[in-house]
């Protein structure tokens, strides 16, 4: 039996000091009306860190760009009042001893017109989209690109500037800059499509004016994924080889943390091992990993929660995750619907009070804070 308490011993990772190894995943909650992140916000972040997660992950919170959000509600990560109250997060995520990073976000050709903040934006992405002979999707040029590389360097300087504890690039599940990473939403001719190297290009540039504008010290987490939203099948990387080819320059760019999002982390991710994606990841790009995917829970999909669907997942015990953390396969675990659920998850773990974890269902997620 693995004891429990691995995932509640401290862990340095260069600056940043983590109390525990359990991280809250960033979830989208649509609850920033104004784009401004409110009390309600605050009491939501600050109650997991006062009950045992060492990290807070926001949920994806959008970079200064006309195009970056996609969805009602979502909290900016620019502007004095947005700033303002995020300021207030972290305060009060601190006096718990808590960490926090903001997610950095643009949802890329996602978005559809008619979205806050400026419903005549459309969509912006790697390549156009057109439909009834109008423009949906606006293929980003050489300018637009540059502009969306500034807003996340200038969002990464403002998350040092009010407190945050470093931040998270995500690079993950179809958005925006996972659009240039697959060849599925990318098949620019010019220097940013064709090969990985190329498609990787936009990210290596933002993790690059990221490090510049925030120096050295200053944790830069990336959040990647195998899937897409848009095909659960989908990868960038069919074999360890590929992977590195992926990984190494988003590395040598800057990243400091590796955050391997799968749907579960048991899941090999290549044959012949039982290595999951943070697992590999660890192994081949010698830095630390966050892994994620039904952290609590069986195996039934987070995707389904999204889609609306009335999946429900019993909780599950732990014992497979902690012999993985025991090899360290990986550094840090990221819990997502169990901590959206119960805010008191880690503590109940911790405790030894596992009776009382609750089933996830959408019904039972109401309007939870
Ligand atoms: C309600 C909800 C909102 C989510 N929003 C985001 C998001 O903003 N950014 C992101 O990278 N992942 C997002 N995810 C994915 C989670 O971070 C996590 O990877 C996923 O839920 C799997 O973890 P779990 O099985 O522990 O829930 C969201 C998931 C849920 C359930």
């Known amino acids: ?35 401004i992140p409110n009390e309600k916000v605050v009491e939501y972040y600050r109650k997991r860190a006062a009950a045992g997660v060492g990290l807070i992950i926001t949920e994806g919170t959008t970079v200064n760009h006309c195009a970056a959000n996609g969805y009602p509600h979502v909290p900016r990560f620019y502007g004095q009042d947005a700033l303002a109250g995020w300021k207030d997060v972290v305060s009060a995520v601190h006096a718990e001893g808590g960490k926090i990073i903001p997610q950095l976000w643009h949802v890329g050709n996602v978005r559809r017109l008619g979205t806050e903040p400026d419903a005549s934006v459309p969509g912006y992405g790697p390549m156009a989209q057109h439909k009834d002979g109008k423009e949906i999707i606006h293929a980003m040029t050489q300018a637009d690109i540059d502009e969306v590389v500034a807003a996340f360097a200038q969002a990464a300087q403002d998350a040092q500037a009010i407190g945050m504890d470093g931040i998270e690039i995500h690079g993950a599940h179809g958005y925006l800059i996972d659009q240039f990473f697959w060849d599925g939403t990318n098949q620019r001719t010019d220097q940013y499509g064709g090969s990985m190297a190329n498609r990787g290009r936009f990210a290596v540039e933002i993790i690059s004016a990221v490090r510049a504008a925030v120096g050295p010290d200053f944790p830069i987490v990336f959040r990647f994924s195998q899937w897409k939203q848009q095909d659960y099948s989908a990868r ?20 400091d943390i590796f955050h391997c999002s799968t749907r579960r982390f048991w899941e090999p ?16 790009i010698n830095k630390p990993t966050i892994t994620v995917g039904s952290v609590g829970l069986d195996g039934s999909e987070f995707t389904s929660f999204l889609a609306g669907t009335e999946e429900v997942a019993q909780p599950s015990n732990l014992e497979g995750l902690l012999s993985r953390l025991a090899a360290e396969e990986f550094d840090l675990v990221a819990v997502g619907r169990a901590l959206l659920l119960d805010p008191e998850w880690a503590a109940k773990i911790r405790d030894g009070r596992d009776s009382e974890v609750q089933p996830f269902s959408r019904s039972a997620l109401g309007t939870l804070y």
């Not at 308490?5 to 920033?32: C, E, H, I, N």
């Not at 074999?239 to 320059?249: D, G, I, V, Y």
């Not at 991710?269 to 081949?284: H, I, K, P």
């Open 236 to 255: 960038l990387a069919q074999t360890p080889a590929e992977l590195k080819a992926f990984l190494q320059p988003l590395a040598d760019a800057g990243v």
């Open 269 to 284: 991710e290549f044959a012949d091992s039982e290595l999951n994606l943070a697992g590999w990841t660890r192994q081949l």
């Open 1 to 35: 039996m693995n004891d429990p308490q691995l995932l509640f011993k401290p862990l340095q990772l260069g600056t940043l000091a983590l109390p525990t190894r359990v991280v809250m995943a960033p979830m989208t909650r649509s609850f920033s009306p104004g784009g």
